[in-house]
Nanobody, 129 residues
Framework: QVPLVESGGGFVQAGGSLSLSCESSGLPLPFRRYGAGWFRQAPGKEREFVAAIRRFGDYTYYANSVRGRFTISRDNTKNTVSLQMSGLTPADTAVYYC????????????????????WGQGTQVTVSS
């Protein structure tokens, strides 16, 4: 069973907006026990950090390239984490992955993919110029 399932990707013109959603259905513990994040990988490039949010939404983190354009949020009652994207450019074209980490003591890093334990299968975002 895939622990995280992304949705909402698609095709958009530069300057447009998209909203991604990730639903947790297969994590061993309740979703509220996990930090969550979004990473992306463009063709020929390494996977890179986009945004992350701690378990209760009290702390959020953003890559410099998306700060001010993207907003991450979560709803622990619905087991979802979302990424609202605006001001999209062709440089944002990538497969976007949702990830979760078990962080009971609040000590893990949120901008490093190796710190995340569970991953979704990804959703494609394509931005045309």
């Amino acid at each position: 069973q895939v622990p995280l399932v992304e949705s909402g990707g698609g095709f958009v013109q530069a300057g447009g907006s998209l909203s991604l959603s990730c639903e947790s259905s297969g994590l061993p513990l309740p979703f509220r026990r996990y930090g969550a994040g979004w990473f992306r990988q463009a063709p020929g490039k390494e996977r890179e950090f986009v945004a992350a949010i701690r378990r209760f939404g009290d702390y959020t983190y953003y890559a410099n390239s998306v700060r001010g354009r993207f907003t991450i949020s979560r709803d622990n009652t619905k087991n979802t984490v979302s990424l609202q994207m605006s001001g999209l450019t062709p440089a944002d074209t990538a497969v976007y992955y949702c990830a979760a980490n078990s962080d009971p003591y609040g000590t893990r890093r949120y901008d490093v993919s190796s710190e995340f334990d569970y991953w979704g299968q990804g959703t494609q975002v394509t931005v045309s110029s």
